[in-house]
């Protein structure tokens, strides 16, 4: 499962990695064609991250026929219009004169449709602001603590400026009390001791970053770079955590010593930190109070990793967590050495600038969590990614990935044809390994892999 | 095809599913098409192989090795048609790997077209990403904004009856084209739209998103309040699946120039097999397919065919979600010795992030057969939330109107006591080392009710025969009923509660040539009658007045059942089914039902015992709902 880059030469091999780095929406690409690039070099950005679309039903408003929408229009499609700037009027004159319709909100008119009568608006989030608390307990005329209760809209939600988030009583308006947005954003906090609502306005300009040293070769149109570099790449078998980058600090010796608190000093802060087999309870939390980037260790105690980086795994697709700390398990779960000879490699590269991420979705298009360390000025031979052969013959090299023999090592002695009886009782193609300890295993064969 | 069936001597079939391909190889033996042999591999969609080419290959390479024969030539081609000993007639494939299908469902009303178009996409084999519908709580902006969201691989788009109003169906519209969406694997192609709604809208949906969608038209699925009409979108989304989805996947390309028929995906071959066996056997059916990544359930009651998919209750992939979902609780409750959770999560887990092993030792077998009965238990409750029915609308006026119109939305069809039989499938329970696990393990998390037949699909072979019905159904037919359905027996389970001990009531067992057999039964007991394969007998059992069989409380009925590999399963341990809370009673209980069905190999499991004791302070067992989140962040 670990891609080993293990050499005859040296302890790892150095390969072209390309890395495309694009963004969600089309936006405004930053670097040329043979920039160099550090990990933290903004490639491409969307100018303005697409705000909350308001979708007015314009015809109605004015009290119009749909399809006579665009004639009543003032702006078109694609103009900016501000907050309380009429942006359509009726044709017809009413009692009252004609109606305008003005533009509930910042933003810029992106459809007019003749056939429902709505216009799309969509909202405008230039910069980050700070979030705003009101009290809406106040406006409700209600008890903090019963605010909980008559909320509308929870935590985590999107809001637009002016929704009523909040309703007290039932029935015709005149029997109840609402409470109204002041700006459009998320809901971050319900407060039942002060009465108080938090909206945030997580609005950043999204961006996206080189993510390793390299140099662009490629450009995307309105997209992103491709950016390349040689460099030594590891995967990993399950990650948690974002993309990072930072200098890769080995702390252990040994390939099968356990990663323990003692070993995670206050210096290591903005590292990434290499264990060998397990990392104890204490040592994962030690990494992220100390504020490591990244830790890379053989295994860890599934239960630990959700309680304590408080993630949900169940679906096995993760890269999108918010943490600080990218952890990258080379081997999996419960106690296990890492392979050895990627413990070397990394023991090789220790003091280096990496580049790591977490994401790891196990499912078919698989994407393992990576371990990226750039050589830009390397002049030497360039390895060509090896496809690992299929086939489990005799003499080869293997390594049992599941009970009872997990984590041993061994050589294939023979292949057996017909499929043979386990302890389950269930008849399942099968091999005999020689393990290390000089004991002769029958494993069935998925419970194998190439060492 | 007709005049080359005749000729067909041997078939072909794979599975390319998300954990394993398989592939089967049928035969003409004197009159009869029977099965051959089957080779499973691992599918190889994901990297260092990234071509499912090489599994479905070296699956067949497997039948090769069994068999001693040639099916693939130097070049690593199908010989084609079969000549003297080497080569096969005919080849035909199913796939569910490279994430299956996912679609984004919109319709207008959340109760009617909405809720139909989900059921068409899922009876396409689909996994749903979300619905949208105009009453769905959402504002025009927050669909608009979740549409963008989501990389689906088609849409599928319904609402209105025949003749009735365009206008919301041009709001929806235009919402979509407003989102914007982009399809799953980049945009060298336009997104796929399925517009099955309101034919008096067609021409709109087109004017409206024509530019910007692949616009595909297919008959109104809810024609009118009272009507559904699945069959033509679902086909529409198998054609699509095929040209758009499919052909984007690595290696799928060189696979669907193989094939003599379209490949299917797999799950729309299940519940083509299940929609045939019902109709042959007259009979309400339930059958489910528990696979590495989702769970999928199909129901035929009464005519009315449904599949539902768990897309993250599996056996691998998903196995962890299994966990957090059911909680250590309802899992551990099925295992009959003392675990210690953080091992046994870490065992769980490394099996989602080494999704092919199987499990060596009979712990860990159990462990996974206790995990399956949650992962069951679970897709079955979302199963029977969705399997609804269109009743015949009523219009009357009044405060009866109401009444009526709610019933458009659909009437909950599935009835446990109404069930004739109950067939499994998918690793776990097919591939399970005795077939008496396989019955405890749909018996634990379906809780027939009534007079029930249990089976399984012997060696996973409903997805291929699924695909063959498409083209032979004759052969699929007598495959299915010779080699694929291994009849385990049946369950016969009173509904009521009871305590333990408590008479139930009584059952006579007639089986022709052997002496009638009397049985008072007990509440809380597991029994287990010899009745075997192809046999019937005759059973009357007189019910005590709380207990109730299918004829109503109290009341005797007498039925044919039909024997299998287990036999006649008597299951008076209640209905609803509650597991004892005290760890001591429940291990008891589980290690008497081990031995009574003869389910596992005591000696092993009483190893396990010694080894691992049950821990006084365990507390509480079973019952308890909720996940394993809401354990761990426990106040």
Redesign the interface.
């Known amino acids: 499962m670990v891609s080993c880059p293990s050499s005859s030469n040296g302890r790892y091999v150095v390969e072209m990695v390309k890395k495309v780095r694009k963004l969600p929406l089309p936006g405004e690409v930053l670097a040329a064609k043979g920039d160099q690039v550090e990990p933290d070099t903004i490639v491409a950005r969307i100018a303005l991250r697409p705000g909350i679309p308001w979708v007015l039903p314009a015809a109605r408003l004015l009290g119009i026929e749909p399809e006579l929408l665009s004639k009543c229009m003032l702006k078109k499609i694609g103009d900016r219009v501000k907050t309380k700037e009429v942006i359509a009027r009726s044709t017809e004159q009413g009692l009252y004169g004609r109606k305008d319709l003005e533009a509930p909100t910042d933003g810029i008119i992106e459809d007019i449709s003749d056939r429902s009568g709505r216009i799309v608006l969509r909202e405008e989030f230039g910069r980050e602001e700070p979030p705003i608390s009101f009290d809406c307990a106040f406006e409700l005329k209600c008890k903090p603590k019963d605010l909980p209760k008559y909320m509308l809209r929870t935590v985590g939600q999107e809001v637009k400026r002016t929704q009523i988030i909040a309703k007290k009583g039932e029935g015709a308006a005149f029997f109840s009390v609402t409470a109204r947005t002041p700006v459009s954003g998320v809901i971050a906090e319900v407060n039942d001791t002060t009465g108080y609502v938090t909206i945030a306005r997580p609005f950043k300009q999204v961006t996206v970053n080189a993510y390793m040293r390299g140099t662009v070769t490629e450009i995307i149109p309105h997209r992103g770079v491709v950016v390349e570099a040689p460099a030594v790449r590891v995967n990993g078998v399950f990650g948690v955590g974002r993309e990072t980058h930072g200098p890769l600090k080995v702390l252990v010796d040994r390939a099968d010593e356990v990663l323990t608190k003692d070993l995670i000093t206050e210096d290591l802060e903005g590292k990434i930190i290499i264990g060998g087999a397990f990392i104890t309870n204490d040592a994962l939390a030690q990494a992220l109070a100390v504020g490591c980037r990244g830790v890379i260790t053989g295994t860890a105690n599934y239960l630990n990793i959700i309680r304590s980086l408080g993630v949900k795994l169940g679906v096995g697709i993760t890269g999108q967590e918010d943490i600080g700390t990218t952890l990258i398990l080379m081997e999996g779960f419960g106690h296990l050495a890492m392979h050895e000879e990627v413990f070397q490699a990394l023991k090789a590269l220790d003091g280096l600038e990496a580049s790591i991420n977490g994401a790891t979705q196990i499912r078919a298009g698989a994407i393992r969590p990576e371990i990226i360390v750039p050589f830009p000025g390397y002049q030497g031979e360039l390895a060509t990614p090896q496809k690992i052969d299929e086939e489990i013959t005799v003499g080869l090299r293997v390594r049992i990935i599941n009970e009872p023999y997990f984590g041993a090592t061994g050589t294939v002695v023979s292949v057996p044809r017909e499929a043979q009886a386990v302890e389950t009782g269930a008849r399942v193609p099968v091999l005999e390994v020689k393990l290390a300890s000089g004991e002769t295993v029958v494993v069935p064969r998925p419970n194998v892999e190439v060492f | 095809m007709a005049s080359g069936e005749n000729v067909i001597q041997s078939i072909l079939a794979t599975d390319v599913g998300?954990t394993t391909t398989k592939a089967i190889l049928i035969e003409k033996r004197g009159d009869e098409y029977r099965l051959i042999t089957r080779g499973e591999m691992?599918?190889?969609?994901?990297?260092?192989?990234e071509n499912v080419m090489?599994g479905v290959r070296?699956s067949i390479r497997r039948v090769e090795?069994l068999l001693q024969r040639r099916i693939l030539d130097q070049s690593g081609k199908i010989i084609r048609p079969k000549q003297g000993d080497s080569g096969v007639d005919y080849y035909v494939s199913t796939s569910s790997?490279?994430?299956g299908l996912q679609m984004m469902v919109a319709g207008l009303v959340r109760e009617i077209s909405a809720s139909s178009a989900n059921r068409a996409a899922l009876g396409a084999g689909a996994v749903v990403l979300d619905v949208i519908a105009v009453d769905d709580g959402r504002?025009?902006?927050?669909q608009?904004?979740r549409i963008?969201e989501l990389r689906p691989d088609i849409i599928l788009l319904s609402g209105g009856v025949d003749g009735g109003s365009v206008?919301y169906i041009?709001?929806m519209t235009?919402?979509l084209i407003?989102a914007n969406p982009q399809p799953r694997f980049g945009g060298t192609y336009k997104l796929p739209l399925v517009f099955a709604g309101n034919r008096d809208a067609q021409d709109?949906v087109l004017a409206?998103a024509g530019n910007e969608l692949d616009i595909h038209i297919c008959e109104n699925l809810r024609p009118r309040h009272d009507v559904e009409n699945l069959g033509p979108a679902r086909e529409a989304i198998h054609d699509l699946f095929m040209n758009h989805v499919m052909a984007q996947?690595p290696g799928y390309g060189e696979l669907m120039k193989w094939v003599d028929v379209t490949i299917m995906p797999t799950p729309g071959a299940v519940g083509r097999i299940i929609s045939v066996m019902a109709e042959q056997y007259h009979a309400n059916i339930i059958g489910v397919d528990i696979g590495g990544?989702t769970t999928d359930v199909f129901s035929s009651f009464e005519g009315i065919f449904t599949r539902t998919v768990s897309a993250?209750l599996g056996m691998s992939?998903?196995i962890?979600?299994v966990?957090?979902?059911a909680g250590f609780d309802n899992i551990l409750r099925w295992v009959p010795f003392g675990v210690d959770?953080?091992?046994i999560?870490?065992?769980?887990?490394?099996k989602?992030?080494?999704?092919?092993?199987?499990?060596?030792?009979?712990?860990?077998?159990m462990l996974e057969q206790a995990l399956a009965r949650e992962a069951l238990r679970l897709s079955f409750a979302h199963h029977k939330s969705l399997a609804r029915k269109v009743e015949k609308e009523v219009i009357s006026a009044g405060w009866r109107t109401q009444q009526q119109m709610f019933k458009s939305a659909g009437v909950e069809i599935i009835e446990m006591v109404k069930l004739d039989m109950l067939v499994g499938s998918g690793g776990v329970l097919s591939?399970?080392?005795?077939r008496e696990q396989a019955a405890m393990m749909l018996l634990d998390a379906f809780l027939p009710e009534g007079i029930t037949q249990l089976a399984v699909d012997s060696i996973f072979m409903m997805p291929h025969l699924g695909v063959l019905s498409t083209t032979h159904p004759d052969i699929a037919a007598e495959v299915f009923d010779k080699d694929c359905l291994v009849r385990l027996g049946t369950a016969i389970a009173p509904v009521g509660k009871g305590k333990d001990g408590q008479p139930v009531g009584h059952m006579k067992l007639e089986i022709p040539g052997r002496p009638v057999i009397d049985h008072a039964i007990t509440y809380g007991e597991l029994r287990r009658f010899e009745l075997g394969v192809g046999q019937k007998a005759r059973v009357t059992i007189t019910p005590k007045p709380q207990f109730d069989l299918g004829e109503g409380k109290g009341k005797a009925i007498t039925a044919d059942v039909e024997g299998g590999l287990v036999g006649v399963i008597l299951d008076a341990r209640g209905r609803p089914f509650e597991m004892p809370t005290d760890s001591r009673a429940r291990v008891k209980k589980l290690t008497e039902w081990i031995e009574t069905l003869n389910v596992y190999?005591l000696e092993?499991v009483r190893l396990y015992q010694e080894e691992h004791r049950v821990r006084d302070v365990e507390g509480e067992k079973g019952g308890r709902q909720g996940g394993?989140?809401s354990k761990?962040f426990k106040r």
């Open positions: 998300s691992p599918t190889t969609v994901e990297v260092p192989w090489i070296k090795e790997a490279g994430g504002s025009a902006s927050e608009i904004t963008t206008t041009a709001a235009e919402t407003q709109m409206i996947a990544a993250n992939y998903s962890t979600n966990l957090e979902e959770e953080e091992r999560s870490d065992w769980i887990a490394n989602m992030v080494r999704p092919t092993t199987i499990p060596q030792t009979l712990k860990h077998l591939h399970a080392p005795r190999p092993y394993l989140m761990l």
